[in-house]
């Protein structure tokens, strides 16, 4: 029976040319991982398996990491998130408790001396106060301005400008003594002072103390009203606290 033959042909003809096709993908493109195409798999999408990169294409190259990589499952992620927020707001707190802008307070203390000065017109006289200035913050503070005018009855009587105190340190406090002349002019009042027949001259002296002061680079303005005695009759006023 040689009619079958024609047959066999006939079915094996495709089969050959699929097999020499495919013999001739591999040639061109070896499988991935193998330079001379003997070991079965992909091939590669960058060096198409033989090992070398193609010149000029440096930056397109691809990195193939296996599924079973310990670097793509990190260990303790969430450990080291909150750790690291923890450590960020500790931080923040920190700064904000130090740079936190405090108070700085101006309290007069006492009265340290008058010296009186009688003229034929007016009764001068010379008043030196005793004052501390506190530092509550965690830097230092300079002293811009100083300034204090002296009130009788309502009436400006003495200002006294002071520009060259020294800056007070973080979490410090510290004294000044603060000198006005107050020379007083009215009539009635010069009157009183210079009365013989009285016995007492007492004068309510009001103090009006501004001071502008500079830090964390912003500026700020204190403000304080004292009340205080003295006597304008004679050098007989003794230091006393200022309350």
Avoid: W
Avoid at 54 to 78: F, M, S, W, Y
Avoid at 190 to 200: E, L, M, P, R, V
């Amino acid at each position: 029976m040689v009619t079958p033959a024609k047959n066999h042909k006939t079915t094996e003809g495709p089969e050959l040319t699929n097999g020499t096709e495919k013999v001739k993908t591999l040639r061109h493109f070896p499988p991935y991982g193998s330079v001379n195409g003997s070991s079965s798999g992909d091939s590669c999408p960058t060096c198409r398996g033989t090992g070398r990169i193609p010149r000029g294409h440096e930056d397109q190259l691809v990195a193939v990491i296996p599924c079973n990589d310990v670097r793509l499952k990190p260990r303790r992620t969430k450990l080291y998130v909150c750790v690291s927020m923890a450590v960020c707001l500790l931080v923040c707190c920190l700064i904000l408790f130090f740079l936190f802008p405090r108070s700085v307070t101006l309290t007069p203390v006492s009265v340290l001396s008058v010296m009186v000065y009688f003229t034929p017109d007016t009764v001068e006289m010379e008043v030196i106060n005793l004052i501390n200035i506190s530092n509550e913050n965690f830097v230092p503070v300079q002293i811009v301005e100083f300034s204090v005018q002296g009130l009788v009855s309502d009436a400006v009587v003495g200002k006294t400008k002071i520009s060259n105190m020294t800056a007070l340190q973080s979490r410090s406090q510290k004294s000044y003594t603060i000198k006005i002349y107050l020379p007083i002019t009215d009539k009635g009042l010069n009157s009183y002072c210079k009365s013989s027949t009285i016995k007492i001259h007492t004068l309510f002296l009001e103090l009006q103390m501004t001071m502008n002061i500079s830090y964390l680079s912003h500026t700020e303005q204190l403000s304080l009203d004292t009340f205080e005695y003295i006597d304008c009759g004679t050098n007989s006023t003794i230091p006393h606290p200022v309350r």
